[in-house]
């Protein structure tokens, strides 16, 4: 059987070689072409089982319309969200996404950098899990790399973040305003970069409020279920119980939810929880709970236009400021 070419394509929908190669290269919004005429170009092609030849493309454009996004955790609700909201918005654009998981290994994340290099990715975005950013900025020198989430202090790498300090002293203070005294965090990883700025606004603002009696508290040392579970166990069980906690992350708050309800504790008559990350489950719990939302939708079309505006730049470089921390917002539950 004769393949379908993009001409056949062409004289089947009764538009332009260049207007149905532009639709099926994903540069259709580009050039301005009518949703109505992708949508119709992009089910005739579909029906007819048409297959771009993408070695041609990739050789002509010196481009694989390929993108490398490499997160430390997918089995953790945040970085899954993040990782589809960007996918979502590079399949808009045209693109497809490789996807790796590092499970907070530098060795299993510069395996994947080196794998993307060698696949010649257009760019490549990245939740690092190291502690230098030294090959990371090399490898910028000849491919695109976007942070996202987590960042370098001093690098010249791009980055799109958020404030992550100012939701630890937000969170902090909701609860020292609702009355509570005895505070305890319970953390993440310990060097990540999220963490450590969720402990300084934790820490500053119960000092900035340590005239009122406040006394605090931390403890953990991953995002997990069992790191919340263990270290709330620990805590509720000793003589000296905190009347609030501070969960790093839903994965956190869900192992504190569990020791709490073990205990046969009652949320918040014996202990509030305030938790950093939303999640729409949240909502459903007894009580809903009080978190600090990160604005992912926001840091994934940053990152996106951010790349492609690089990719398709002469130098690879994108003008003006872009190392962005964004404000998180609390969404109040009935958790404190």
Do not use: W
């Not at 056949?8 to 260049?18: D, F």
């Not at 970069?193 to 969720?198: C, D, G, Q, S």
């Not at 999640?279 to 926001?298: G, S």
């Amino acid at each position: 059987m004769k393949k379908d070419t993009l001409l056949t394509i062409s004289e089947r929908t009764g538009y332009s070689v260049s207007t149905v190669s532009r639709v099926l290269s994903g540069q259709g919004p580009k050039y301005r072409i009518a949703q109505k005429t992708i949508d119709y170009i992009t089910e005739v092609a579909r029906s007819c089982n048409y297959t771009p030849n993408l070695i041609a493309h990739s050789l002509r454009t010196n481009r694989t319309n390929t993108i490398g996004l490499i997160v430390p955790n997918i089995d953790n609700p945040f970085f899954s969200t993040l990782a589809a909201i960007i996918i979502n918005q590079f399949k808009m654009r045209g693109y497809t996404l490789l996807l790796t998981d590092t499970m907070e290994s530098e060795t299993n994340e510069v395996q994947a950098v080196n794998t993307y290099v060698s696949r010649q990715v257009d760019g490549i975005i990245v939740v690092p899990v190291g502690n230098s950013p030294g090959y990371l900025e090399d490898i910028a020198g000849s491919i695109p790399v976007v942070l996202i989430d987590r960042y370098f202090e001093d690098t010249t790498l791009p980055y799109v973040c958020t404030d992550n300090y100012s939701g630890g002293y937000m969170a902090t203070e909701y609860l020292i305003n609702k009355g509570y005294r005895k505070l305890m965090a319970v953390q993440g990883v310990r060097t990540s970069m999220p963490n450590r700025e969720r402990m300084r606004g934790f820490l500053q603002a119960a000092s900035d409020h340590s005239a009122s009696g406040v006394r605090k508290r931390t403890a953990g040392d991953s995002f997990s279920v069992e790191n919340g579970y263990k270290e709330t166990m620990a805590a509720m069980t000793s003589g000296d119980r905190p009347d609030a906690i501070f969960a790093f992350s839903t994965t956190i708050l869900l192992g504190v939810i569990k020791a709490v309800k073990e205990l046969g504790l009652r949320i918040p008559e014996d202990v509030a929880l305030i938790s950093f990350d939303n999640n729409r489950f949240l909502d459903y719990l007894d009580p809903a709970i009080t978190r600090i939302e990160q604005p992912l939708h926001t840091i994934g079309e940053i990152a996106t236009d951010s790349i492609i505006r690089m990719i398709e730049s002469e130098d690879g470089h994108v003008s003006g400021q872009f190392q962005i921390l964004i404000r998180p917002s609390l969404i109040e539950g009935r958790s404190c």
